[in-house]
């Protein structure tokens, strides 16, 4: 991605996650906030830390976008751009002259990226939208949770996460095309048509099926053992082996071959019916041993098994050698107070660098980014824009 500009209007998590995922891979990011700062600065304790996530290797530039001076930079900053990336409130960008059928139409090669909480047509265009609101609204929360128990939210934001990688993956393919063909793009998506399609596998089970999914807890409502969670001698695991050949591996494993061929244990749709004397039966074989015991010995037999970790025994696992997402800060930052690591891109290969260092202050680059808008770097309405603006942020 070295050489392609960005300019992110983002807020909270989606579009400032995917404008970072472009500047872990080599874009050249800008941040522009109002005076105030974006909107998760203001989020009392979980607010920084999704700044923090979110907004490494950017340049950071503050524009009044309510008055006529920044309306004006912003716009130029946009037209030198390759990228602009926006989720503000619907008619937010309109209203400042930055949204995409506008900008597009001074720059037919600009890639414009739209992302709204609900889409932009229907009753619910105007809402605004969080991650949670999506859960709730595409029917996430109504399948997650114990049978009996009221609906609940996946314990992270998921919905914005995935949402940052549909739109940095969006913004990828359309880079993709225009050097084939010239053109720009009109990217639009929504957290609402994300977390939807988060679960397509359960909708096309509606589709195929007539019956709506329900909540059943842990475990798959269709095949067993599939996600079952199972109390070992010191916490839990979780199991799947639904797979005919799987399940005897598995009984064969745990010296329970009789019950292979156990009327109620026979198949995985059986073991769904049956699936609390089928749980009972894997605790019996199981809670004698250890998380780390089960890992040994069912998945070296090939049976898909999990420990079910803390935060803090995830984080001593993974380290931070290669390939690990935990990206150690930048020594003279975290000598200066800063976090001890990030968590960084999840996928790598020779060319990536990711910045190590945290977010910069708010407007700690608007002098520097305006100054490039003068004539000599300002786009050129020819062939593209002059100059060649620094690819990572400068200390």
Same mark, same amino acid.
């Given at each position: ?47 920084? $830390? ?41 008619? $937010? ?67 914005? &996460? ?10 990828? $393919? ?15 998506? @929504? ?48 199991? @799947? ?46 809670? #004698? ?46 000598? &200066?107070?800063?976090?001890?690591? #990030? ?24 002098? @520097? ?15 593209? &824009? ?10």
């Amino acid at each position: 991605m070295a050489g392609v500009k960005v300019v992110e209007f983002g807020q909270y998590i989606a579009v400032p996650g995917a404008a970072q995922l472009l500047a872990d891979q080599g874009a050249h990011v800008i941040k522009v906030e109002p005076p105030s700062g974006e909107a998760a600065r203001g989020v009392p304790g979980y607010g920084a $830390a999704m700044f923090a996530a979110n907004n490494r290797g950017k340049r950071m530039v503050s524009l009044d976008l309510r008055s006529e001076e920044g309306r004006r930079a912003a716009q130029a900053l946009a037209l030198a751009s390759d990228v602009v990336m926006s989720n503000a409130r619907p008619g $937010a960008m309109a209203r400042a002259g930055l949204s995409s059928d506008l900008l597009l139409a001074r720059r037919p090669d600009l890639v414009c990226l739209t992302l709204t909480g609900f889409g932009e047509e229907g009753p619910m265009r105007t809402r605004p939208g969080l991650d949670i609101a999506a859960q709730a609204e595409s029917g996430q929360m109504w399948i997650t949770g114990e049978a009996e128990g009221e609906p609940q939210r996946v314990g992270f934001p998921v919905v914005d &996460a995935a949402a940052s990688y549909a739109a940095a993956q969006a913004v990828t $393919a359309a880079l993709f095309e225009r050097s084939r063909s010239g053109s720009g793009a009109d990217i639009r998506l @929504s957290l609402w048509d994300v977390a939807i399609h988060l679960q397509a596998s359960s909708w096309m089970d509606y589709a195929l099926t007539g019956q709506p999914p329900i909540r059943k807890g842990n475990g798959q409502p269709g095949v067993a053992p599939a996600a079952d969670v199972i109390e070992v001698a010191d916490g839990y695991i979780v199991i @799947s082996a639904y797979v005919d050949a799987h399940w005897r591996t598995l009984c064969k494993l745990l010296d329970i071959e009789h019950l292979a061929d156990d009327p109620r244990l026979v198949d995985a749709q059986v073991r769904v019916v049956h699936r609390p004397y089928m749980a009972e039966v894997l605790s019996q074989a199981l809670r #004698h041993l250890t998380r780390e015991d089960c890992i040994e010995l069912l998945g070296g037999g090939g049976i898909v098994v999990g420990a079910i970790r803390t935060y803090p025994e995830v984080r001593q696992l993974r380290g931070d050698g290669p390939g690990s997402p935990f990206l150690p800060t930048d020594a003279v930052a975290a000598s &200066a107070g800063a976090p001890p690591w #990030h968590v960084g891109p999840p996928v790598t290969w020779g060319a990536m660098s990711p910045d190590r260092r945290p977010p910069r202050a708010q407007g700690a680059d608007t002098d @520097s980014v305006l100054a490039e808008l003068a004539p000599s770097t300002q786009h050129d309405p020819n062939g593209g &824009a002059n100059g060649a603006p620094a690819d990572r942020p400068e200390r």
